[in-house]
């Protein structure tokens, strides 16, 4: 038995209050936690998505907390004042006797206070120099992979690893919503998911839709309402027909669909992480500088394609080494296009083989 377990502990706060890919690449150290303190209640402090997503589904979290936009903690610090945490949410957050807080959410300059300020025996996570100190604490050092920096937070107290990359449940409501919106899925279908919430790391749409009409496989294209240009400029420019699913299907409709596909070929985004979640394999166009981050782990399913692109393709400013590509001014500007379509098919057919 380690010596960094807390003794006598029933409850457990973890602050993981960002996207899905976040929350994906966390898992493997909640897990680590729940399987550290088996007999303990853990609530995840997110966002509403979390509570919809996590609902009845079987894993390490047995409750989310929904909390309010938190400037730095649930809404992003900006550099404006921003909104603070309500002094009623810290009265019901406090009555829950948490003997654990953990925070899974960056360097701690917002985060810590928050963290503080639940009334937790004990305390962990990350610390940025300018950051308050917890109990427990590692250093949050910009290039580190998420999984494993969050995985030596759990091992603060106590935890250990059994396993790196992340599973989620397809529970049978997933199933019957995939079923209702789109019917029938296809034998041996592809997905392709040419968005990315920053467009420096998107892979050229014609390159997505030519793979997909070489793999000659039935072929779905995926996005949010914020991609739904990319996505019907990749069907528009397929020789052969390809559903497009934009804005159909919740989070857990769209878990059932990836977990239908023998393939996913996405950019570096959420839904390649949820994709390779539930088991399917993917095929991820990365720049070097995420790859270190957001990266597979593994090598078995998860096949990472890596642009060496050193800095903006345009004016040639290059890639900060502490923060990554500049704001230069050219954000619209792809920083993969030097992944080539031969290597992208060449690890798709050897994962459908």
């Known amino acids: 038995m380690s010596a960094l377990l807390v003794e006598g502990v029933e409850r457990i706060a973890v602050l993981r209050a960002n996207a899905l890919g976040d929350l994906l690449l966390a898992l493997p150290a909640i897990g680590a936690l729940r399987r550290a303190y088996p007999a303990a209640r853990i609530t995840l402090l997110g966002s509403e998505w979390h509570a919809r997503f996590l609902r009845d589904r079987p894993g390490p979290v047995d409750e989310v907390v929904a909390l309010p936009p938190i400037s730095g903690v649930s809404s992003p610090a900006d550099g404006s004042a921003g909104p603070a945490a309500p002094e009623e949410l810290y009265e019901d957050l406090r009555r829950r006797r948490f003997d654990l807080a953990v925070q899974m959410h960056g360097g701690g300059r917002n985060s810590n206070p928050f ?19 917890l109990d427990r604490w590692v250093p949050y050092v910009h290039y580190q992979h998420e999984t494993l920096r969050y995985l030596e937070v759990a091992g603060l107290l106590g935890a250990t690893a059994t396993e790196i990359e992340p599973r989620i449940a397809v529970v049978r409501k997933d199933w019957a919503e995939l079923n209702r919106t789109l019917g029938k899925v296809p034998r041996g279908l592809v997905a392709i998911h040419p968005g990315a919430g920053d467009r420096r790391r998107r892979w050229p749409p014609e390159r997505f839709a030519e793979v997909a009409d070489r793999l000659g496989r039935p072929v779905v294209v995926t996005g949010v309402e914020e991609e739904r240009d990319v996505v019907e400029k990749v069907v528009a420019q397929m020789q052969t027909p390809a559903r497009a699913v934009v804005g159909e299907l919740s989070l857990g409709g769209l878990t059932a669909l990836y977990a239908a596909c023998d393939l996913l070929v996405s950019n570096d985004t959420g839904p390649r992480h949820l994709a390779a979640a539930t088991g399917t394999p993917t095929v991820g166009v990365y720049w070097c500088g995420n790859m270190i981050n957001w990266g597979p782990l593994s090598r078995g399913h998860q096949r990472p394609l890596i642009s060496w692109t050193s800095g903006c393709p345009v004016c040639g400013m290059p890639a900060d080494p502490r923060l990554g590509m500049p704001e230069c001014g050219h954000q619209d500007i792809s920083w993969v296009g030097d992944v080539s379509l031969d290597d992208v098919l060449e690890q798709a057919w050897e994962l459908l083989r």
Do not use: M
């Open 115 to 133: 963290i503080r300020r639940l009334g937790a025996r004990v305390t962990a996570g990350l610390r940025t120099p300018d950051a308050e100190p």
